[in-house]
């Protein structure tokens, strides 16, 4: 945003006293506004020249004077760049405050950061989930922890922070704390979204993340492929704890329910279709979007089995669901029942419902989308990891087309001679021609 005009001037202003020396002063304009004030600082009139409004002569405190009004200017002009590039409006006073340091309170980042976390807690359920609560809970414990290692205090000011705070945070994730890059990078991110607040409020004009560069390494999350679904279906388990957790697993693997989603289905979520078949109508807890799953017949027999449960009959839901904790630890134990080499987890159920059960089976990828609740597309293909027994179906397709024979290119050919033949003699009788 550009100002309609800009001036700066230093001048001299005698004192009510006769005095040689007199105090310099600075004085801002901003769209014909203008503000004074004082640089603290004085000097004799008969050695100042008002023309250049810098001190005359070669002499030491001359040379000091002039560096330190210079620095004066460029100080005011880079303020003035941020703020134009901010796109937020300039005003002459808002420059004095700046040089006087009234800018902003001088907020501390663990204690904006507290007050974001207080006001998140209070909004849990109306917009927030408790477990991105967590989340930030423990990226702010762990920014406690740094500043206090680094720094020996209990916090420090925002117009402290800078591009090299943010790279010694980064280092102390993956150091000190072992954190993955992506881990890392999750809690640089919520980090991240505390300094924008500031920036929104502020606090500071200067982006210390501005020139911050990183990368997420990129997972490949399979899916189970349709024969270790089958496997793990027809598993038997000598405990009921065990068959429970499979169970819920495996009902996610046909519905594309979440864990939380799960955990709180209700029976009076499942409601009667348009087509007169039962379908899961409700709201997604991580971003509240509503999802409308139409019941297919392996996850409809599992809402039928718990229907009695005593845990579904205490809490109203469709299946008795344990903590997210306990239903991990018992899956890791599941694989190794079942000699999969590798460790399932509830979000690998999520996976399996977009790729094995419907990709898979030529439903459309916007559909899936909707079901899964997704925002875009884009959040779904990420989902969407299609099996190699799909790739290698669609490659036999293609052989196929490509190198069909002559012979059936050309019987096919006249069968469509043939087809348009008749078409044509049947017009010809309508019309009599």
């Known amino acids: 945003m550009l100002e309609s005009s800009f001036g700066l001037a230093f001048f001299l202003k005698s004192p009510r006293t006769e005095s040689n020396f007199r105090s310099i002063y600075l004085r801002v304009t901003v769209d014909g506004i203008p503000k004074e004030i004082s640089t603290k600082r004085k000097w004799e009139h008969k050695r100042w020249d008002q023309k250049v409004e810098r001190a005359i002569g070669s002499k030491e405190d001359a040379r000091v004077l002039n560096f330190f009004l210079d620095a004066l200017i460029l100080k005011i002009n880079e303020y003035r760049t941020e703020i134009m590039y901010s796109g937020k409006p300039l005003t002459s006073q808002k420059i004095m405050d700046y040089v006087l340091g009234n800018i902003s309170p001088r907020v501390k980042v663990l204690e904006e950061f507290k007050k974001h976390n207080d006001e998140m807690t209070s909004l849990i359920g109306r917009g927030y989930a408790e477990g991105t609560l967590d989340r930030f809970t423990i990226t702010f414990n762990h920014l406690t922890k740094f500043i206090k290692i680094k720094f020996n205090a209990d916090d420090l000011e925002f117009s402290e922070l800078n591009l090299e705070f943010i790279k010694d945070f ?30 929104d409020k502020e606090i500071i004009i200067k982006d210390p993340f501005k020139n911050f560069k990183s990368k997420k390494t990129k997972i490949f999350k399979n899916p189970l492929t349709t ?9 038997y388990f000598t405990t009921d704890r065990l068959n ?10 046909y519905t594309g329910l979440a864990y939380i989603d799960a955990y709180q289905l ?43 449960h005593p845990l579904c009959l205490q809490r109203s839901t469709v299946l008795p669901v344990s903590s997210n904790q306990k239903m991990n630890e018992y899956l890791k134990e599941i694989a190794n029942l079942c000699g999969f080499p590798f460790t399932l987890n509830t979000h690998m159920a999520r996976r399996t419902f977009a790729s094995t059960v419907t990709l898979k089976n030529n439903v459309p990828i916007h559909i899936v989308k909707e079901m899964l609740g997704h925002q875009s597309v884009k959040q779904t293909e990420a989902y969407a990891i299609t099996e190699q027994v799909t790739i290698g179906h669609e490659m036999a397709m293609l052989n196929m087309r490509i190198n069909k024979p002559k012979t059936e290119i050309l019987e096919s050919d006249l069968a469509v001679l043939n087809r348009l033949e008749k078409e044509i003699k049947t017009i010809k009788e309508k019309y009599n021609m």
């Open 170 to 199: 980064e280092f102390f994730l993956r150091t000190v704390r072992n954190c993955s890059n992506n881990t890392t990078l999750k809690y640089i991110a919520n980090f991240k979204k505390i300094v924008i607040r500031a920036l």
């Open 266 to 308: 209700k029976k009076t979520d499942i409601k009667k279709g348009i087509d007169g078949e039962l379908w899961i109508m409700s709201e997604r807890q991580k971003s509240g979007s509503k999802t409308n799953i139409p019941l297919l017949p392996q996850a409809l027999a599992l809402t039928k089995k718990y229907k009695e």
């Open 244 to 253: 429970i957790v499979r169970d819920v697993f495996v009902f996610q693997c």
């Open 227 to 235: 024969q270790e679904l089958y496997e793990l279906e027809r598993h």
